[in-house]
């Protein structure tokens, strides 16, 4: 993140090649791997490093921040991966939540409890970004019965033991531009089963940060009429006629 704050560098990830940001200006959403096969092996364990953009038309970062920054209300933006939040604290430019994240196929039921701290910082008027990084991860074994309990941080099938997310936001062109990597540290996958599972976990990264980010759009797009009959009341208060 550093690096592209430095002067003479792209600060959105979009700039990076051309014909990016027109792609994502017109209402696609661009999500490719940061590393060459979306991860990288580190002993026991795999990093995934996935990079997704967005454009939300007709806001701003006022607008957007509202929406983004109401950690309770996760639970209802990106249902169904997150079935519960709650905001924990929050700090100037330093907030932490709780999130129950779940995933469900048809082979599969797994979910785990996270505690996030996601740091905010203003670059200028037009641009910011943060970075979101996980304090705990405690899987739930047997989610969803009744023996249902908890198991201590770096217990369990792994299938996440840390998430770390670097978002990158810029409005212009009448909207609010969107960059979200997430980088995720999971347990290895042994080598006789890598040809197999990796296009598997490949296509999970990508799907799971293409709906997120269209899930994000949606919301600052449905409460936009809410925030600016907000803005307007608030402003008719300041400046009564």
Not at 75 to 97: E, F, K, L, N
């Amino acid at each position: 993140m550093q690096s592209r704050l430095n002067p003479g560098s792209h600060f959105m990830w979009l700039d990076d090649q051309p014909g990016r940001r027109e792609q994502v200006r017109q209402g696609n959403i661009l999500v490719a791997p940061v590393l060459q096969q979306g991860f990288e092996q580190v002993p026991d364990g795999l990093i995934h490093d996935w990079i997704g953009a967005s454009f939300i038309p007709n806001t701003t970062l006022e607008q957007f921040h509202a929406v983004i920054d109401n950690y309770d209300q996760y639970q209802q933006i990106y249902r169904p991966t997150v079935v519960a939040s709650h905001t924990i604290s929050r700090a100037a430019g330093a907030d932490s939540y709780a999130m129950r994240l779940l995933h469900k196929s048809s082979f599969l039921a797994w979910a785990v409890d996270t505690q996030d701290r996601v740091q905010t910082f203003t670059v200028d008027e037009n641009r910011a970004y943060a970075v979101s990084q996980s304090l705990s991860i405690r899987e739930i074994r047997n989610y969803g019965k009744p023996d249902e309990y908890e198991l201590s941080p770096g217990e369990g099938d792994g299938l996440i033991w840390r998430l770390c997310s670097i978002s990158r936001y810029e409005q212009r062109d009448g909207g609010v531009y969107v960059e979200l990597e997430v980088i995720a540290l999971t347990r290895d996958i042994p080598g006789s089963l890598r040809w197999l599972v990796a296009p598997i976990a490949a296509k999970m990264s990508r799907n799971s940060l293409l709906i997120s980010l269209s899930q994000t759009r949606a919301a600052v797009c449905s409460k936009k009429p809410t925030l600016a009959l907000a803005q307007s009341r608030a402003s008719s208060r300041q400046h009564p006629l």
